[in-house]
Structures are given as C-alpha cells and as structure tokens.
C-alpha cells in the first residue's frame, strides 16, 4: 500500500528493487529527494504523483518503463535526467509538472505518449536525440511557455493537437521526413495559428513545406540544410 501523505523528506531506492509499484510514494508530499540505485527497471503508475515537494530526478542506467502518471502533479520538479535505455515516456507520466524547465530524451525512447508533459507550464524546450518516431495526442498540450522543439530525423508521426495551447512556440526543427499526419493541427490553437513561429525544415523538403506554408499565413518557413 502506498505511503500516502508521509512526512519523510528523502528515500533511497537500493539496488535490489526491480520495481516500484503503483501509488508507492503517491502524495508525499515533503519528499524533496529521491534517489535510485542501478538494478531498478519499472516504476509504476501513481508511484510518485503528487509529490510537490520533489526538485530532481536522475533515473538508473537499467530504467526501461516509467508508468502512467508516475510523476504527475511533482509541482517543484526542475530537472529530470533520463536514462539510455528507457523506451518511452508513458501517458500523463510528468503532466503538471509545473516547475520543469527542460526536456532532453536520449536516443532509446521511441515514443512520448499521449499527455506526457501536458500542462508543463514552465517548459522552455523539448530535445530528442535521434530515435524518437512518435509524439502522441496533446503530447505537451498546454505548455504555454515552450519556445523550441527540436525533433529528430527518426520522427515519423506527431498527435492531434500536440502542441495545442503552446503560446510562446517560436521555433520548431524538424531534422528529417515529414511526419505522417503532419498538419496545421499540430501548431494551432482554437482555429489560430501561433503568430511568429518559423518552422526549420531540410532543404531537400522545400516543396512539401512550400505547400503547408500557403495553408497557415501566419508561419513562417525556413530551409536548413539537412540529409
């Protein structure tokens, strides 16, 4: 059973814990430090949401899963370090994570599902290493303070509306192929295009990106160089 509204302040998570399972640390909320130890491989569902009072987490180099909401509502939660390994950001895993600033994904992590980041309403940008194909529904929805997404030449599709309530989105790179499905959708909000956003494109895409600019008047297109 989860240790709900503990008053303990830090925890560590020894090496001969495979998994933590769901609601483990769920609302203790003057857990300011966690720290694991290699040999954890699954952090379950709830196991940490609503810890607000938690700054920082660097996740073991074996971490493969991170489940639902696993640090939802962690409202002091700056710094998150993921581990190569890890495969994908499951759903509502860091949504109202209020205090991040930044995301950088290592190249293992194939896909951020639907809401991962939702309502990250301090996150300044987003990078992925080469590897990630697939940003799910309203990935980061409600990041109103995300200026840069920086996405990889490996992605192949992004959800309706992931970027939806995005205000202050000024620049998005793609570094390879369209993605499937690709549309204004992805970059406005309420029927409005964000106002000010150049979108990077390689060159050898120019006609593609030609097309979508006459449909979205308000964006501007930018050719880099690229493979």
Same mark, same amino acid.
């Given at each position: 059973k989860g240790l709900v509204k503990s008053g303990m302040t830090s925890v560590i998570i020894p090496g001969t814990v495979r998994r933590i399972c769901a609601n483990a640390f769920a609302d203790?909320?003057?857990?300011?430090?966690?720290?694991?130890?290699?040999?954890?491989? %699954?952090?379950?569902?709830?196991a940490f949401d609503g810890c607000e009072s938690l700054r920082s987490i660097t996740f073991p180099t074996i971490l493969k899963e991170i489940g639902e909401w696993a640090f939802s509502r962690c409202t002091s939660l700056r710094e998150v370090k993921?581990?190569?390994?890890?495969?994908?950001?499951?759903?509502?895993?860091? %949504?109202?994570?209020?205090?991040?600033?930044?995301?950088?994904?290592? %190249?293992?992590?194939?896909?951020?599902?639907?809401?991962s980041f939702a309502w990250c309403s301090n996150l300044l940008v987003c990078r992925s290493d080469e590897g990630l194909e697939t940003i799910g529904k309203r990935a980061f929805s409600g990041c109103s303070n995300l200026e840069c997404v920086d996405l990889p030449r490996s992605l192949c599709e992004i959800g309706d509306d992931a970027f939806n309530g995005c205000w202050k989105?000024?620049?998005?790179?793609?570094?390879?192929?369209?993605?499937?499905?690709?549309?204004?959708?992805?970059?406005?909000?309420?029927?409005?295009?964000?106002?000010?956003?150049?979108?990077?494109?390689?060159?050898?895409?120019?006609?593609?990106?030609?097309?979508?600019?006459?449909?979205?008047?308000?964006? %501007?297109?930018?050719?880099i160089q690229g493979t």
């Open positions: 203790c909320k003057r857990l300011a430090s966690v720290s694991f130890r290699d040999g954890l491989v %699954s952090i379950g569902m709830m993921f581990n190569e390994g890890l495969m994908s950001v499951a759903e509502w895993a860091f %949504s109202e994570c209020s205090s991040l600033v930044s995301v950088e994904l290592p %190249s293992s992590v194939i896909s951020i599902d639907q809401y989105l000024n620049n998005m790179i793609f570094h390879g192929d369209v993605p499937n499905g690709f549309t204004k959708s992805r970059i406005e909000d309420g029927g409005k295009y964000y106002t000010g956003m150049t979108v990077f494109y390689p060159l050898k895409y120019g006609q593609y990106w030609q097309r979508v600019a006459n449909d979205m008047p308000t964006v %501007s297109f930018s050719a």
